[in-house]
């Protein structure tokens, strides 16, 4: 069965500094993934997504996610957070059958420190 | 890019009653909505399929005749939670698959429904 894991449940970082959300995903072929944000109350904002080609895939507002298929990962990174980068991120894969179903993993919420 | 509105944004009612949530698609059509419910802290947990001109698929558990729902345009899914009770208390999202972009869903700004 398909699955998505997030092992991180928050991270605090420093304004400025660099980030890495880590997402691992549990698929037999190759998977359509998505990394989603969510600010507190609202909806979620595609942030990028990986469907095939280069394996790094860049996004809105600076981010930038690897497809690394060995490793069953699909990380999620940003050179230098921002404060309003605080919010909760998800990652997810789209189940590969007609009913396009995404698998969300837990979600990893995002502190950042002035 | 591609929008997706719901309304209302959020919602305060009688336990008993009947609340309905619309999710649209603006600039694009969307043979296939999805709607889903967060807990705080939590995940986004999916309740149903939503098709436009057939029957909504439920995922397991929940009760098909309590959350109803319509996909009666390319643009428009309606949720009605029937007989509200507290415990339907909770954040409703919905998102609409677009056609022409493949598997990418794109999300609603989210119903909050309070049940007193």
């Known amino acids: 069965a398909q699955s998505v894991t997030q092992p991180d449940i928050h991270i605090t970082v420093s304004e400025g500094a660099s980030l890495e959300l880590r997402c691992n995903y549990s698929?037999?072929?190759?998977?359509?993934l998505f990394w989603y944000v969510q600010s507190p109350g609202q909806g979620l904002q595609l942030l990028l997504k990986?469907?095939?080609?280069?394996?790094l895939v860049q996004g809105i507002k600076g981010f930038e996610a690897e497809f690394k298929r060995s490793q069953s990962s699909f990380n999620l990174r940003k050179p230098s957070v921002h404060w309003s980068d605080a919010a909760e991120y998800f990652c997810?894969?789209?189940?590969?059958?007609?009913?396009?179903?995404?698998?969300f993993g837990s979600g990893t919420r995002l502190l950042v420190r002035p | 890019g591609a929008v997706v509105s719901q309304h209302p944004s959020w919602v305060i009612c009688k336990s008993g009653t009947s609340v309905k949530i619309e999710c649209r698609s603006l600039?694009?059509?969307?043979?296939?909505m999805f709607w889903y419910r967060q807990f705080p802290k939590q995940s986004l947990m999916l309740m149903a399929t939503?098709?436009?001109?057939?029957?909504?698929?439920?995922e397991q558990g929940v009760e098909k005749d309590k959350f109803l729902i319509n996909h009666a345009s390319l643009t428009l899914s309606t949720l009605t939670v029937t007989s509200a009770h507290p415990e339907d208390s909770s954040f409703y999202i919905c998102?609409?698959?677009?056609?022409?972009?493949?598997?990418?869903?794109?999300f609603g700004p989210g119903t909050r429904l309070l049940v007193l």
């Open positions: 998102s609409a698959r677009d056609q022409s972009g493949g598997e990418t869903q794109y």
């Open positions: 698929y037999g072929a190759t998977p359509y």
């Open positions: 990986y469907f095939s080609g280069d394996t």
């Open positions: 997810a894969v789209a189940r590969m059958d007609s009913s396009y179903k995404l698998i």
């Open positions: 600039d694009f059509q969307a043979t296939t």
């Open positions: 939503s098709n436009e001109g057939s029957k909504a698929t439920y």
